[in-house]
């Protein structure tokens, strides 16, 4: 089968069923750069098609940024990388007006936020003045500079790498941001088996892959993501989490508004993901952890020496064995 013959999708797609054939055919294809990862790669594909943004977090050497480079490039579509340093300013991700002394008028540059995906390299490396560049971008899909709005390319997505806050060089990413990412994942280190593969077969990397998908295709998915029904008692289970965020004595600050509505549209990518056309409460309780544990800021109460990175995942876990799961 030729190259175009791989990308061109069928005359009349058959919704969920052909969903769930592309999105395998791309979760297998991120499979051969990620070894041993299958709900990481799973829970990417949930924010490329829920129109989310994507937050990896680890130490460094963990493959982030193979995560990154790979899920942009199984796709056809236009893909800039950055890697934030200290030094960088607004300008070098926005783009920037410049004087045209032959035409006498100013013009505007294009940064490399125009392009389907982005990958923010240790973008927390960056001062918040230059994160805060994203800001307009990651919400509503467009920019403005010199008092003009520039709307960006469809799909876009922003997929960040950042180490650990208490690494040297760092800064930490403000709440408004974080917000803005439909979820952050952490990588952590290979089993021994992938771990075997990896030392075994380093020929294979993410710039050696190919595209299964087209911009359009896309495009296409994400558009399916709404039709999946979700009951009315799921919706109540969603906002009796969010609601318990909101008033644990361990949490500072509970989930957003913005954070229930990642969490009812990724529940719905989930399921097409499945091959559903409908959620379940186990959709829910799988993708609490990834969406909410960025969202949520600890209680200025806790000692820091019991600070650490996994406690707000284990308040939210704690959180889900108190909320009562609908039959």
Do not use: W
């Amino acid at each position: 089968m030729s190259p175009r013959e791989t990308l061109d999708p069928p005359q009349a797609p058959s919704g969920f069923p052909y969903a769930f054939e592309q999105l395998g055919k791309l979760e297998t294809l991120l499979g051969t750069a990620i070894r041993g990862k299958a709900e990481v790669l799973r829970l990417s594909l949930v924010c490329l098609i829920s129109k989310g943004h994507l937050l990896i977090e680890d130490v460094p050497g963990v493959g982030k940024t193979t995560l990154a480079h790979a899920l942009a490039r199984s796709v056809q579509s236009s893909f800039h990388r950055l890697q934030f340093t200290s030094d960088m300013l607004p300008s070098d991700v926005l783009g920037v007006t410049i004087y045209n002394a032959h035409s006498g008028e100013f013009e505007f540059k294009p940064g490399p936020i125009f392009t389907n995906f982005l990958l923010g390299d240790e973008i927390n490396r960056a001062t918040p003045k230059t994160q805060s560049a994203l800001l307009e971008a990651m919400n509503e899909r467009q920019i403005s500079i010199d008092g003009r709005c520039y709307p960006l390319a469809e799909p876009f997505m922003v997929i960040a790498t950042q180490n650990p806050s208490e690494h040297h060089g760092t800064y930490p990413l403000p709440e408004s941001q974080l917000d803005r990412f439909l979820m952050r994942l952490r990588m952590g280190y290979p089993d021994p088996a992938s771990e075997r593969e990896i030392l075994r077969d380093q020929s294979r990397s993410a710039s050696e892959i190919q595209p299964v998908l087209t911009g359009e295709q896309v495009t296409f998915l994400q558009s399916l993501v709404s039709q999946v029904r979700i009951d009315d008692a799921l919706v109540d289970y969603m906002l009796a989490i969010v609601k318990r965020t909101r008033e644990h004595e361990s949490l500072a600050l509970g989930v957003s508004p913005r954070g229930a509505q990642a969490l009812y549209r990724a529940a719905q990518a989930l399921a097409v993901i499945e091959g559903r056309d409908h959620v379940i409460p186990d959709d829910v309780k799988r993708l609490v952890v990834p969406l909410f544990s960025h969202r949520v800021v600890l209680s200025a109460r806790i000692a820091p020496g019991q600070r650490g990175a996994g406690l707000a995942d284990r308040i939210l876990e704690e959180i889900l064995t108190f909320v009562e799961v609908p039959l």
